[in-house]
C-alpha cells in the first residue's frame, strides 16, 4: 500500500487513522482520492441529527461536504462519504450483510481485526477498479457475513469468515491444526474473494477454456476433492506445481490460493515502492504503478529481489524466511493468468505468456 500522509502537516499516517498525532487534525479515508485526507468541521447533518459532517482542508472545486461512515461510530471505520448520499455506509462497509454479534465478548474486537483486513482487500480492488457492487456483472456484489462459529468459506459472492479467525490465539491454534504458516485474516479474505472473482472474470468472462488449460477441470467433483485433501493431505508433488499445499485440492482452491498470492505480492510491491525499499541493482522504472501499469513480467522482476532481501533481512534477526515460497514454473503461469485477467478485462484473449525457463527457486 502506498504511504499516506495528512494533509494538513504533512506527517505521515496510517491507512485506519483517524487523527494525526503531530497537529491534531481530524483524518478520513476519502475512497475515490484513495487516500487519507484531513478534515474541516462543517457543523452538523441536516439530514441525520447529531451526526458531525466535515469538508476537506483546502477543498478543490470539485470537493463536496463529507461525514464518516455509519460504522465509525464502533471504531470499525475510517472512511468517509458524501453527505448528501442516502446510504449510511462507506463502499466497503457497504458490503457487510451480517456482523459480528457486538454483545458476544471480544466481537468489536474482532470486528475491528476484520474490517481493518477487509479494507485492505477493499483497497487493492479499488486500485484494479475491479466491480465488486454487483452492477458490473450478474453475480451479485461481493458481500460479508462475519459470523461465530461459521465455516469461512465462499458461496455465491457470499464471504463468510468465522469471527474466531480474528483471535490470534485461536488463528495460531489452527495454523498448526491445518499445517498453513501463512494463515493471517488478510490472506483468508483475499483468499475468498477469490472464489468471487472467478465467478466474475473468468466463468462470466469465457475464459473457461483458458482457465482450464493452466489450472485444470473445475468440474471434478469439489465435495470429494476437499474431503481427499482433509483425509489425505495434499498431492505430494504440489510443490512442483502450486503456491501452497492447499492449492492442490481442487482447481477452484488453486486459483484462490493463486489469486490470493498475486494480491500479497501487488500489496507488498507497492507498499516497499512507497517506502523507497527496491530498486538496488534493478534496471527496471520504479515509478511504475504495480497495480495499473506493470507487466507481469516486470511485476516478478520487482519480486524476486524484494523476497531476498525480506528473507535476508528475517534471518539477519534470528527469525525463519518471511516468504517462505519457492513459485514453480506451473505456478508462475498461473500467477500470470491471474494478472492477464485482472488487467485485460473487455479484451480479447491472449496467448498464454510462456513460462520461465527454470523454477524460480527464492531461496538464496
Ligand atoms: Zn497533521
Ligand atoms: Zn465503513
Ligand atoms: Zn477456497
Not at 479467525?165 to 491454534?173: L, N, P, S
Not at 506451473?330 to 485485460?344: C, E, M, N
Amino acid at each position: 500500500m502506498k504511504n499516506f500522509a495528512c494533509s494538513n502537516c504533512g506527517n505521515t499516517v496510517y491507512f485506519e487513522n483517524v487523527k494525526c498525532v503531530n497537529c491534531g487534525s481530524t483524518l478520513g479515508f476519502d475512497s475515490g482520492e484513495l487516500s487519507i485526507v484531513a478534515l474541516a468541521d462543517a457543523g452538523m447533518s441536516e439530514t441525520a441529527p447529531d451526526v458531525p459532517i466535515f469538508r476537506k482542508l483546502n477543498p478543490g472545486p470539485d470537493d463536496v461536504v463529507l461525514r464518516y461512515c455509519a460504522n465509525a461510530e464502533f471504531g470499525v471505520c475510517n472512511w468517509l462519504t458524501p453527505e448528501s448520499e442516502s446510504n449510511i455506509f462507506c463502499k466497503a462497509c457497504d458490503l457487510n450483510r451480517i456482523i459480528p454479534n457486538l454483545s458476544e465478548p471480544g466481537s468489536l474486537h474482532a470486528w475491528r481485526a476484520l474490517e481493518h483486513a477487509k479494507k485492505r482487500l477493499v483497497y487493492s480492488l479499488l486500485r484494479f477498479s475491479l466491480p465488486f457492487d454487483g452492477s458490473a456483472s450478474s453475480k451479485g456484489s461481493l458481500t460479508f457475513d462475519f459470523v461465530r462459529n461459521a465455516l469461512t468459506g465462499h458461496l455465491d459472492g457470499v464471504v463468510t469468515i468465522d469471527v474466531s479467525e480474528a483471535d490470534a490465539v485461536e488463528r495460531e491454534r489452527q495454523r498448526k491444526h491445518f499445517d498453513e504458516p501463512y494463515r493471517s485474516l488478510l490472506g483468508h479474505l483475499r483468499h475468498e474473494s477469490g472464489h468471487y472473482y472467478w465467478m466474475v472474470l473468468v466463468d462470466e468472462a469465457q475464459r473457461l477454456e483458458e482457465f482450464r488449460e493452466i489450472f485444470g477441470d473445475e468440474r471434478d467433483d469439489y465435495d470429494a476433492a476437499l474431503a481427499r485433501h482433509h483425509s489425505s493431505g495434499p498431492a505430494p508433488d504440489w510443490q512442483e506445481r502450486h503456491v501452497s499445499a492447499y492449492a492442490s485440492a481442487h482447481p477452484w482452491e488453486d486459483w484462490a490460493e493463486t489469486w490470493a498470492h498475486y494480491l500479497h505480492m501487488v500489496d507488498a510491491l507497492d507498499t516497499a515502492a512507497a517506502e523507497g525499499m527496491e530498486g538496488h541493482g534493478l534496471r527496471l522504472d520504479l515509478r511504475d504503478d504495480i497495480y495499473s501499469t506493470v507487466t507481469f513480467e516486470t511485476l516478478m522482476a520487482r519480486w524476486i529481489p524484494l523476497t531476498i532481501a525480506l528473507n535476508s533481512l528475517s534471518r539477519s534477526m534470528g527469525h525463519d524466511d518471511f516468504y517462505p515460497f519457492v513459485i514453480p514454473g506451473s505456478a508462475y503461469d498461473k500467477l500470470a493468468f491471474v494478472h492477464r485477467v485482472i488487467h485485460g478485462r473487455g479484451e480479447q484473449q491472449q496467448p498464454a505468456e510462456a513460462a520461465p525457463a527454470e523454477t524460480l527457486n527464492l531461496t538464496p
